[in-house]
């Protein structure tokens, strides 16, 4: 122990800490590659995923063929399951036309329901003499087992999660030949077992497994070629397909002490995984290969569309439930899945995962991981990167290599997590010591700059830049009505005048942050503040309207708090009334202003008409006025109502304007549908030039409900008709306003 002290202290000294700690974590690493957690696993598989996607299997034949029970099957035939006498016919045309085995990748566990000697009891009205005529009718099993038995049929059985019964030792099971290890104890084992009915099986050539366990995420990248179920080795059911068609009697099943190589049949041999599991290598589903089971059973199939194939049974109907995801395709069919694991077999094209890969991956794991550790204290960042990178590229060419020319899985995902893994401990080692300097930085420059650059000049120098970004953003300005008066009361009194600005100030902050806005600045009682920067915001045109309302909503809290202590302590209560303007349009934002001192700040045309806007609030009635572009994105959240076409002083393109009265309820009340209406009204007459028509439409407005809201409005284009009328507008005039002030 004393030595191991001695030594780690050498090394710290020598090399530092940070490698100590590094070389550590490799060995770390190698024992979660030993233990494979699911975690490390399920990054592997996706990575292959991926490999599958670049480069799937390529069909040089279609020695399968899908007979499917499609929807146009089932609307044709009759909802599933259908009598077995109609799955007879299906075998028996197939077998006609020559397929060289047919599998059912559906299961028959039951009697068929429409046996006669079942369907009779079901009857009603029936005399004893006609029930005992159906009862003597053969079964449709019986006739479906006939069916099966002049062809070459197997038949699909399921593992379940519990025991069931006992396996009936009297009907046929596949031989086993085993060579190695005993594979009981790597296969995944299924304590119970669903069959098909005894006479279905007894009439079968061959019995297998439908089972295909997803991986966790869902995705089938591996079909089980064998599987144990209540204690018996049981083959797949495309295992099984290929020992029929090719005469085996028994299935051979090769071991080491990792676990399961590989299985097989006379003529073929199927490499695995350690449980018996084979890589589906899979190619994009083929409708080609689809055969509809209504045209079998109608003569409508050609032969050469059968002979000499492999048959699967199965469904690709949405109602049966059986989609499937896989690497390649997120919604196969399950049945596919077995025509893609025979396809494979047949034509030679398997993928699998060598024994020796964990030695290769292990081998590149622990030799990056060492250069790295040796080396990167040394080398720059962007050296650091480009050699990494290099690195990654060989291991990634590497593995790719494998699977294209050879069709083997070898994993680059571990020795490039590891590397990562370890990279990223030797950075944060370095910050640390950068943190280290950034304090002795803050100690040596404190007495001599603001706290404030002295922070920017430790944390990012490279920051303090002048410069910016276009961006579309929302801003607004804020400004208090009357408060010249307001500050006039408290002339004799500066700090309650400073008391008051805090007070309304921090409300009406905290409502724009609280709707991620940034508040950019202060400017006396004003405020100005803008939206979709720095972060990004993909409703500011909406926060920044549910903003303004808070801030009406916030001024009224302010205000009756003031007029209750205005009752108590006898002295005169002015109300505080905020106008706010909001305009959406592109802005310049960055760090603005000169060497020595910047803000993060925003500017641009869209920031002066915001200004602009707020100004008008006074002029037209309403606290909240927004631009054209804040009142389209806003329009199906808030009560939006036009204003006023407007040429803003200095500006050549007119805007419409709008006011925001409040939110959603305020929009559907029938009392605001009403002055909208009304609002439009008179805009309409007045752009057009007919100013009865408008002051007629005023003067309905003045006796509707809340009128005195819209009087203030009512007022202004009072005023602009009676002028209009003794001076009548250009004839190019388009209804626009020129403001005459800012």
């Known amino acids: 122990m004393k030595r191991l002290k001695i030594w780690r202290r ?35 598989v996706r990575t292959f995923d991926h490999y599958q996607v670049w480069d799937s299997r390529k069909k040089t034949a279609r020695p399968v063929v899908i007979v499917d029970i499609d929807d146009r099957t089932l609307k044709a035939v009759g909802q599933w399951p259908w009598p077995r006498t109609k799955l007879a016919d299906l075998v028996t045309n197939l077998t006609r036309l020559g397929a ?56 699909g059985e399921t593992g379940l999660p519990v025991s069931n019964s006992e396996l009936d030792k009297k009907l046929p099971q596949t031989g086993l030949a085993t060579l190695g290890e005993e594979p009981h104890r790597f296969l995944f084992e299924f304590p ?14 061959g019995r297998g ?3 295909i366990k997803p991986e966790r995420d869902g995705i089938v990248r591996r079909a089980p070629m064998i599987t144990q179920a209540q204690d018996v080795i049981l083959p797949s059911l495309s295992l099984e397909m290929l020992r029929v068609v090719s005469g085996s009697d028994t299935m051979l099943v090769k071991t080491d002490r990792e676990g399961i190589r590989s299985v097989g049949v006379k003529g073929f041999s199927i490499p695995t995984d350690k449980n018996g599991q084979l890589w589906v290598h899979f190619a994009p589903q083929d409708p080609s ?47 596919e899945i077995h025509a893609q694991v025979l396809e494979s077999a047949l034509t030679g094209s398997i993928i699998s995962q060598p024994n020796y890969g964990i030695a290769l991956e292990f081998f590149a794991a622990m030799i990056m991981g060492v250069l790295v550790i040796i080396f990167a204290p040394k080398f720059g960042p962007v050296t650091l990167v480009g050699v990494g990178a290099l690195f990654a590229s060989v291991l990634i060419g590497f593995s790719w290599y494998y699977y294209v020319r050879y069709r083997l899985l070898i994993d680059p995902t571990y020795p490039l997590l590891s590397t990562t893994a370890i990279y990223l401990t030797l950075i944060f080692a370095s910050f640390v010591r950068e943190q280290q300097q950034r304090k002795q930085i803050r100690g040596h420059f404190a007495q001599y700059l603001s706290p404030v650059l002295v922070e920017q000049m430790a944390q990012s120098p490279e920051k303090v830049v002048l410069g910016g970004e276009e961006r579309q953003m929302t801003i607004m300005f804020s400004d208090v009505r009357g408060f010249t008066t307001i500050s006039e009361s408290y002339k004799h009194d500066p700090q309650g005048l400073t008391a008051l600005m805090n007070r309304f100030l921090t409300p009406l902050t905290n409502a724009i942050l609280a709707r991620k806005g940034y508040v950019d600045k202060y400017m006396g009682d004003a405020i100005m503040a803008f939206w979709n920067a720095p972060l990004d915001d993909k409703q500011h045109e909406i926060n920044a309207c549910e903003a ?8 009224d809290e302010v205000n009756k708090e003031r007029e209750e202590e205005a009752a108590e302590g006898g002295h005169v209560y002015i109300p505080l009334n905020v ?54 994105a806003a329009k199906d959240k ?28 305020v929009m559907h009340s029938g009392a605001f549908q009403r002055l909208r209406n009304i609002t439009i009204e008179m805009l309409a007459c007045y752009r057009s030039r007919d100013w009865q028509g408008a002051l007629d439409a005023i003067e309905r407005g003045r006796r509707s409900e809340d009128a005195d809201t819209l009087e203030k409005l009512f007022r202004l284009y009072e005023a602009r008709i009676r002028n209009y009328q003794a001076n009548p507008p250009p004839d190019d005039w388009n209804g626009a306003y020129a403001l005459l002030t800012k």
């Open 10 to 44: 050498w090394f710290a000294r020598r090399f530092g800490y940070a490698r100590l700690v590094c070389l550590a974590l490799l060995v770390g690493f190698a024992a979660l590659r030993i233990a494979d957690p699911s975690l490390v696993e399920e990054l592997r």
């Open 100 to 155: 060289a085995a047919i599998a059912f990748d559906v299961m028959f566990p039951e009697p068929d329901r429409l046996n006669p000697d079942i369907a009779v009891e079901t009857f009603r009205n029936l005399d004893e003499a006609t029930r005992d005529k159906l009862k003597a009718l053969p079964s449709n099993d019986q006739m479906f087992a006939e069916a099966m038995k002049r062809s070459r049929v197997v038949l």
């Open 638 to 665: 808030f009560a939006i109502l036009e204003l006023d076409f407007i040429m803003v002083k200095g500006k050549t393109e007119p805007e419409v304007i709008y006011a925001v009265a409040g939110r959603e309820d």
């Open 579 to 632: 106008g706010i303007g909001l305009n959406t349009g592109v802005g310049v934002v960055g760090n603005m202003g000169s060497d020595l001192k910047f803000n993060y700040s925003v500017l641009g045309d869209s920031v002066n008409l915001a200004s602009r806007l707020e100004g008008q609030t006074k002029e037209y009635g309403f606290p909240i006025i927004v631009g054209s572009k804040t009142a389209l």
């Open 192 to 205: 119970g077992l669903l069959r098909n009915i005894p006479v279905l099986e007894a009439a079968s050539a």
């Open 209 to 211: 497994l439908l089972t």
């Open 548 to 555: 303004a309302i808070d801030m009406l909503e916030k001024i």
């Open 289 to 335: 290969i689809y055969v509809p089971a209504v045209d079998v059973l109608e003569g409508r199939v050609a032969s050469d569309r059968v002979a000499q194939r492999l048959v699967l049974i199965g469904t690709s109907a949405a109602g049966l439930n059986d989609i499937k995801t896989t690497p390649v395709d997120p919604a196969m069919p399950g049945v």
